[in-house]
């Protein structure tokens, strides 16, 4: 079976310049978080989705982040503009519908860098 | 808030050798999900075990197997015979419900040969 799939790996731009990054969840998984992680605060969560929509995004960091799900096999997270602090890896997760105990799948991250 | 608090930054071990790893977390939650992860230097975050709260019985899974103590509000990881594939930083989450997994700092632990 595919895992989650993130694109792409590594991605190295400006400041001020739009980033996209993209995630496709596993197959028949209705839930979709995006996960930052950096040396300074580990890892947190931005936002997830169930079944398209936005649950909770309190942890998006301000508006120049924004996260769409069209439909149940793609999200993205977009940075515009973005700024040498927005540097990191982020993850995309997935996990099926459940009581809890459902573990998250966790795509292998891109790690991005802003000069 | 739930926290959750891994008290050791960084352990080192000999190749064969137990080691455990600390975790303890803060809720007022009664029903709850506590998971180690494990992130190698290739950066995959990997499950490693899961634990339902509701649930007395320590889960295990091959060499890894979890303490829980409820009423303490902890959740060690042991580690028996060690490899040296075991060797990547370990999270410790916690989760209520279908919602976000709450993240430790993480302890990063070396086998060495």
């Known amino acids: 079976d595919a895992g989650v799939i993130q694109s792409p790996r590594h991605e190295v731009t400006e400041m001020g310049q739009e980033v996209t990054l993209r995630c496709k969840p596993i197959?028949?998984?209705?839930?979709l978080f995006w996960y930052r992680q950096t040396m300074m605060r580990g890892l947190e969560l931005l936002i997830y989705f169930n079944n398209n929509v936005p649950i909770d995004d309190s942890g998006m960091p301000e508006d120049r982040f924004s996260a769409k799900m069209p439909n149940a096999s793609f999200s993205t997270l977009k940075i515009q503009p973005s700024e040498p602090r927005d540097s990191a890896v982020y993850f995309c997760?997935?996990?099926?519908?459940?009581?809890?105990?459902?573990?998250?799948?966790f795509g292998d991250g891109t790690r991005l860098s802003i000069l | 808030a739930q926290t959750v608090t891994q008290s050791q930054p960084e352990m080192s071990v000999q190749e064969a050798e137990t080691v455990t790893l600390s975790c303890t977390y803060d809720t007022s939650e009664n029903n709850y999900y506590l998971f180690w992860y494990k992130q190698p230097p290739s950066r995959q975050m990997i499950l490693v075990i899961r634990?339902?709260?509701?649930?007395?019985q320590n889960a295990t899974e091959n060499r890894f197997s979890v303490n829980f103590q409820k009423a303490a509000k902890s959740f060690s990881l042991k580690i028996s015979d060690s490899q040296l594939g075991d060797t990547a930083m370990y999270f410790c989450?916690?989760?209520?419900?279908?919602?976000?997994?709450?993240f430790g700092q993480g302890t990063r632990l070396t086998i060495n040969p």
């Open positions: 197959s028949g998984h209705d839930y």
């Open positions: 997760a997935s996990s099926r519908p459940g009581t809890g105990n459902q573990p998250q799948h």
């Open positions: 989450a916690f989760k209520r419900g279908a919602q976000k997994l709450v």
């Open positions: 634990q339902e709260a509701y649930k007395q």
